[in-house]
């Protein structure tokens, strides 16, 4: 048995397109109809205007970092449990990363510690949709517009989840989407910038192109190469064409796991608040201190056993790169999570066999 943690579907149709876009000279994202044709159409399932396609998740979050031109120096809010791109996107605009802590339900930032780590120099908030549960955007949408703070919203893990009928990434000024290989919609590396604004709009195609403008060669501003290829795009689009299996496939897996493991005492999982609808980007578990065997131990089991897991995120704040630089203040629960959490195998494709037994390899191992 070998159980991946996560393997992308890339079908007949993904390669029939990808290959259309070869054979019409579509290689950059400069020329052809693909990238439109996918910008448009991520938009759209958005509820937003503007999609605008970009190299990777990362980047897309440096572009709607860079494209809101804060004060060098300013401060932005981050969730402190999340993949380190988050920060990086702060830190590479010259601002000061502050992390949030996580509360222990749905485990993504604290919405009620949001307040008192704003100070005169914040000027952002960038919330991540941990494992594609949404944050609570009305709540902390309301924060924001008390302290006239903007909001980037990191979708790298949330394509399709929402809040009362609304999709995430369109809360906020912008919503960044990764389509990297694991993720549920992939390019294989690549991401997508969502808005409604259509001045930041045209800056962030202006940023993402080197600052292209007119006359051509005549630059005023100091932008990026962050261009996605027009045969990404097409990769991107087919997949787009069947995004509701693919979300149908990513809930029947989590509601498998939920069904296998919801009688062990020893595991708590990723709760929704209400009106929030969880997509399950990964499935993930939380080993309590008192269980038989640990979370380190358990992982051991399960890689004997042929099923490959990863930990959950570091936190920001006991990131060396972040910590060395940056005064922090202490995350404790999302210190517990990076100590206590893992994520199974969770691709869309995975059988219902496959998650039976990886779960009957986790309750042996977590059985009184």
């Known amino acids: 048995m070998n159980i991946p943690v996560f393997s992308p579907e890339i079908t007949t149709d993904d390669i029939q397109e990808v290959t259309r876009a070869l054979a019409l000279g579509e290689i950059s994202g400069n020329f052809g109809t693909y990238l439109n044709r996918f910008e448009e159409s991520w938009a759209d399932f958005c509820g937003v205007k503007h999609g605008i396609a970009v190299s990777s998740g990362t980047t897309a979050l440096q572009l709607a970092v860079a494209s809101c031109e804060f004060p060098k120096g300013s401060e932005v809010l981050i969730s402190s449990s999340t993949n380190i791109a988050t920060a990086l996107a702060v830190v590479h605009n010259n601002l000061i990363p502050v992390p949030v802590d996580s509360e222990m339900l749905t485990w993504n930032l604290d919405l009620d510690l949001v307040e008192s780590l704003i100070t005169p120099k914040t000027v952002a908030i960038i919330p991540v949709h941990l494992f594609g549960q949404p944050v609570d955007m009305e709540k902390l949408m309301q924060i924001a517009q008390k302290h006239n703070l903007k909001v980037i919203e990191d979708c790298a893990e949330s394509h399709g989840a929402g809040q ?19 993720k549920i919609l992939t390019t294989g590396e690549g991401g997508m910038v969502v808005t409604n604004d259509d001045a930041l709009a045209a800056k962030l195609r202006s ?7 007119e006359p051509r060669f005549l630059h005023s501003i100091a932008g990026f190469n962050f261009r996605m290829t027009g045969y990404q795009a097409a990769l991107g689009y087919s997949q787009y064409l069947r995004i509701e299996s693919i979300l149908e496939n990513k809930k029947r897996v989590a509601n498998a796991y939920l069904s296998e493991l919801n009688s062990n005492k020893y595991i708590s999982v990723q709760k929704s608040t209400l009106g929030t609808e969880n997509v399950y980007w990964m499935f993930g578990i939380l080993i309590d201190k008192e269980a038989p065997v640990s979370r380190d131990q358990l992982m051991k089991a399960l890689k004997l056993a042929g099923v490959e897991t990863r930990t959950f995120f ?37 059988s219902l066999e496959e998650v039976s037994y990886v779960s009957s390899v986790i309750n042996g191992a977590l059985s009184d």
Do not use: H
């Open 314 to 350: 570091c936190p920001m704040d006991l990131q060396p790169v972040l910590r060395d630089k940056f005064q922090m203040k202490s995350c404790r629960n999302a210190k517990i999570l990076w100590e206590q959490g893992l994520y199974l195998p969770s691709s869309a494709k995975i």
């Open 207 to 213: 940023y993402r192109n080197l600052g292209f403008q």
């Open 164 to 182: 009362n009928g609304r999709m995430t990434g369109s809360f906020g000024t912008a919503g960044c989407f990764s389509f990297y290989a694991n």
